[in-house]
């Protein structure tokens, strides 16, 4: 009797295990995608509808840091930047370069210090007020437009939201260009 009914459960017990082992599975992969498509769609409607009720807390992109890793608390900085001169951050996988506008605001743009040439990085020289490329010469205005070639587009740009008292940088593409041409000295 013991022998005919062994097998059977036994048979019952690997179905079981096999069935909770995809099972676990499954949900290992699901609940985070599952989280993922769910912060995917927030930021989609955030992004749309900023003032949405559900946007309230909703924190976009990534927290600027200091080159100490502190974040960076906004009025402390505007206390201390000037217009015109760009302020580097870190958060992004390269540093940003933040803008202070005439009315001492922080603009809702930032500058990736990334030649459009070839890709190097530019380096702000405050001494001319200028972006330049170590690799083949280019300069750009404090605004990151082109002041002298071989690169013929402006460096590129991320969005800047300050909220909850925090300056979170958020990746952006390629689009209109809020900087407008440069204007001729
Ligand atoms: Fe900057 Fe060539 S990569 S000028």
Redesign the pocket.
């Known amino acids: 009797m013991k022998n005919s009914t062994f097998p059977k459960n036994r048979r019952q017990f690997l179905i079981y295990m096999v069935a909770g082992t995809a099972g676990t599975v499954a949900l290992g992969w699901l609940f985070p995608n599952l989280v993922k498509s769910q912060e995917t769609e927030l930021e989609t409607l955030c992004s749309l509808f900023p003032y949405n009720s559900r946007c309230r807390n909703y924190l976009p992109g990534v927290q600027a840091i200091d080159n100490q890793g502190n974040p960076i608390d906004p009025p402390s900085l505007l206390a201390k930047a000037v217009p015109g001169i760009p302020v580097e951050l870190e958060g992004l996988s390269k540093p940003t370069y933040l803008i202070i506008t005439e009315k001492h605001q922080i603009a809702p743009y930032g500058i990736r210090p990334v ?6 990085t ?1 380096d702000w020289k405050s001494e001319r007020n200028r972006f330049v ?6 300069e750009y205005d404090a605004m990151g437009r082109v002041e002298k ?3 013929k587009r402006p460096l590129p740009l991320v969005t800047v939201v300050v909220k909850q008292n925090q300056i979170r940088l958020v990746d952006r593409q390629p689009g209109v260009d809020p900087r407008g041409s440069r204007s001729s000295n």
């Open positions: 030649c459009t040439h070839l890709g190097c530019v490329c170590p690799c083949h010469g280019s070639g071989p690169a």
